[in-house]
């Protein structure tokens, strides 16, 4: 496992823009993947950005066009850039980390053994 902690959570209008940042710490080696989920009260957690060490990025429908997901391995930083934000974004965002090489899906929460605490997005209309 690895310690995550994501920042740059906030409230904005619809139609505006968020950067969050997951620092990775306390690994011996880069994960498999790191991924951002997000969790809107009584909903499930879903994957919506996943970018795998050896692959390209890949995007839940819901957010594809508009969130890019970026990491920055010289400051150990994984970055979710939002534009384009809607009311229906509005959730706790977290930073997730596939040390092991997990089986499922890419965006399935299955794959990640590591959890950040999350950060608030909340998007007004």
């Known amino acids: 496992q690895v310690q995550l902690a994501e920042s740059g959570g906030g409230s904005v209008e619809s139609g505006g823009s968020l950067r969050l940042s997951c620092v990775v710490s306390a690994y011996s080696h880069w994960p498999r993947s790191v991924a951002w989920f997000r969790q809107a009260p009584g909903k499930e957690r879903e994957g919506v950005a996943v970018?795998?060490?050896?692959?390209?990025?890949r995007y839940s429908d819901s957010v594809v066009g508009r969130f890019t997901i970026s990491v920055d391995t010289s400051k150990n930083i994984v970055y979710l850039q939002m534009n384009s934000l809607k009311p229906e974004d509005t959730a706790m965002y977290y930073c997730a980390a596939d040390t092991r090489g997990g089986r499922w899906h890419p965006l399935s929460i299955h794959n990640y053994d590591s959890w950040g605490q999350g950060t608030q997005v909340t998007i007004s209309s």
């Open positions: 970018k795998p060490n050896d692959a390209g990025a």
